[in-house]
């Protein structure tokens, strides 16, 4: 319950989503949607970004690069996504 409602904070940046914890309790992305009171894309989207190279979820987290970028920067290998990162 403590980490639902941790989800429900405003402000939370894509990366402090807890999403990935109630995930890999087994938990469904419906049902996690249903639990935080967001779209299933949103939360499956932010389990996605935390694929992504640790350098560019930092810059996700410090708002330098927007959550729309960094899921397209996703189809690319690691150091591709720096490079990329570092030119928006």
Same mark, same amino acid.
């Given at each position: 319950?403590?980490?639902?409602?941790?989800?429900?904070?405003?402000?939370?940046?894509?990366?402090?989503?807890?999403?990935?914890?109630?995930?890999?309790?087994?938990?469904?992305?419906?049902?996690?949607?249903?639990? *935080?009171?967001?779209?299933?894309?949103?939360?499956? $989207?932010?389990?996605? =970004? #935390?694929? +992504?190279? &640790?350098?560019?979820?930092? !810059? *996700?987290?410090?708002?330098?690069?927007?959550?729309? $970028?960094?899921?397209? =920067? #996703?189809? +690319?290998? &690691?150091?591709?996504?720096? !490079?990329?990162?570092?030119?928006?």
């Amino acid at each position: 319950m403590t980490l639902v409602e941790n989800l429900h904070r405003e402000n939370l940046d894509p990366m402090d989503e807890a999403y990935s914890v109630l995930r890999r309790m087994g938990t469904k992305v419906s049902k996690i949607a249903h639990l *935080v009171g967001k779209e299933r894309t949103n939360v499956s $989207h932010s389990m996605r =970004l #935390l694929g +992504l190279h &640790p350098r560019v979820r930092k !810059a *996700v987290m410090q708002h330098e690069l927007s959550r729309e $970028h960094a899921l397209a =920067l #996703l189809r +690319l290998e &690691p150091y591709p996504q720096i !490079a990329l990162q570092r030119r928006s």
